[in-house]
Structure formats: C-alpha cells, structure tokens
C-alpha cells in the first residue's frame, strides 16, 4: 500500500465535544493521496479514544502527568508514514474540504519547511474572544513568506510566527528537526531554530480553521503569564516590562474592545472587559519578571 500524503498528528484529552466537529470535517477534506490520523490521547474518559477510532484513526493512550507539548508530538510523528506532517489542535475545525490541499499546496517551494493556517473565530463566539483572534498574526488574510536575512543584531524569534492550531511541516525536516522539550511554545521555537538554518516558513491564509478560546480570569492570567514567560526565557523580550506598561496595556486592550463593540455589537459583553484585559495584562508582567533567558543564539543551538 503507498504511503498517505499526510500524516495527521493529533494531541487529545476529553475532546469529544470538540471532536464531534472535527473528525466530520477531517472526513470530507479533498485530499489528493489522502491522509492518516494519528491520534495520542492523555487518558480520556468521555470516549474521545472510541470516538476517533470510529473515524479510522490510529489511537495511542498515555497517562497524563506524561503530555509534553513538544515531546507528545514527536513520539506521534515518528509512526507517520507520509510526507508532511499536519498538527492539528482538537478544538480546530477546518472551514472546508479543500483545508488540507491548500495548507499542503505551500510545499511545491523545496525551501519551505512548515507552512501554517489562517485561524478565525466562530460565528457564535462572543465579541470579546472574536476581537482577541481576529488581533492575533494568524488572522490576517494576507500570505506571508518568513525568510531569515542572517543579521546578528535581529533577533529572529521576532521575524518569525507558526502555530500549532493548524500547521504543517516536512517529515524530512522534522526528523532532524523536532519540536524542542519546552513548557510552551514549542511551535514558534521550532520554527525559529530553522528558520536561522535558512528554511522558509509561510503563512497559508487560505487555508482556513475556525479555533478560539473564551477565557474567564484565573484562565486569561495563566495563559498570558506563560506566553510572557515563554518569550523572557526564548529571547530576553519582556513583554510587559513595567507598572506603567500594565497601565497602558490594559487601556490600550480595553479601547480596542471598546470599538470592536461599537462596530459589531454585543454592548452587555463590555462590562467585562476591564477585567478580562486586567487578568491578561497582568499575566504578562507577572511572566515577564524574573531573569532573562539565554541569547537566542544558545537557546537555538542549545537549549532545544
């Protein structure tokens, strides 16, 4: 039997809500050659494992204290049998069947590495969430090429994006090249250290997955602090450095949900706001103190 073009990799725990919508969506894609979906479950018990074995995955279980975001997938990765690897995250649901062909059209550049998806909120998401996707790199409707001019004094983990929501990346490359063991962030880290080794990476906006996360506070801060923190020990950025730049940060997000309201509706969602950006904000400073990681350039030849 001839190998797939892709290979599914795909992390879950208790996803069968989101599931219900992902797998049909996965069925109907138009993909010359086809697909295989690997699935790596931390111990779900709402039937996640049953679910996606109806829908001819191949399933393995490990415990949950063992998920690591980068180490997970690469034990998943290395059973795949196709030539590009596609990561998909659980609550992403591609917009239509021709979702993977697009995100794998990318490829025919051999410089190209790993290419990424436009990611956009659900109609029914509340104005608050809709306006932090639609913010984020990977909202935007125009295709980019990430290509490294070397220049010592840049630091290209700024001149870089991929995500994990919904990328792909060369099976060849990945396994000289896994996701390195981090916290968080093992995506953009990636990305990063080849990235500097010369390999393109593009943002393929017509590949399309609705994906959002409606965040209450304890949520919000926990999130962004890691976020925060992941790029201080990547790269030495603090995101927010100051008292002062919580202040303006938190004014500055504030407005926009202000006007996002005005133009969009969803008035009674601004009430919480001043809380939700609060939470955010101050997640940030939270992970943006502590000692600086190491120069980028240790931490992609290194720490990885």
């Not at 399933?59 to 975001?69: K, L």
Request: with cysteine; charged share 30%.
């Amino acid at each position: 039997m001839s190998p797939p073009r892709a290979s599914i990799v795909l992390p879950t725990l208790n996803g069968a809500r989101d599931l219900e919508r992902l797998l049909p969506a996965l069925a109907a894609q138009e993909l010359a050659g086809g697909f295989e979906l690997l699935v790596v479950d931390s111990d779900s018990d709402d039937g996640t494992r049953e679910l996606c074995a109806r829908f001819g995955a191949s399933v393995t279980r490990i415990e949950r204290p063992s998920f690591r975001h980068g180490p997970t997938r690469n034990a998943r990765a290395k059973d795949a049998r196709a030539p590009f690897l596609v990561f998909l995250s659980q609550d992403a649901e591609p917009r239509d069947p021709r979702f993977l062909e697009r995100l794998l059209a990318a490829f025919d550049d051999e410089r190209t590495a790993g290419t990424y998806a436009r990611v956009l909120p659900r109609d029914d998401d509340d104005p608050l969430t809709r306006r932090t996707v639609l913010d984020a790199p990977e909202a935007s409707e125009v295709a980019r090429v990430h290509e490294w001019v070397p220049d010592t004094r840049v630091n290209p983990a700024t001149q870089v994006h991929f995500n994990n929501v919904a990328s792909a990346i060369r099976r060849d490359v990945f396994e000289r090249f896994p996701f390195p063991d981090v916290p968080f962030g093992e995506d953009l880290a990636w990305a990063t250290r080849v990235f500097v080794l010369g390999w393109r990476i593009r943002f393929v906006p017509d590949a399309v997955v609705w994906h959002s996360h409606r965040y209450g506070l304890r949520a919000a801060f926990q999130r962004y602090r890691t976020d925060a923190a992941f790029h201080r020990k990547l790269d030495g950025r603090r995101v927010r450095p100051s008292l002062w730049s919580v202040l303006r940060g938190i004014g500055y997000e504030v407005a926009r949900d202000a006007a996002f309201v005005r133009e969009h509706g969803g008035l009674a969602h601004l009430a919480r706001a001043p809380f939700l950006r609060a939470a955010q904000v101050w997640g940030q400073y939270r992970g943006s103190r502590g000692a600086p990681g190491p120069e980028w350039q240790e931490t992609l030849t290194g720490a990885s």
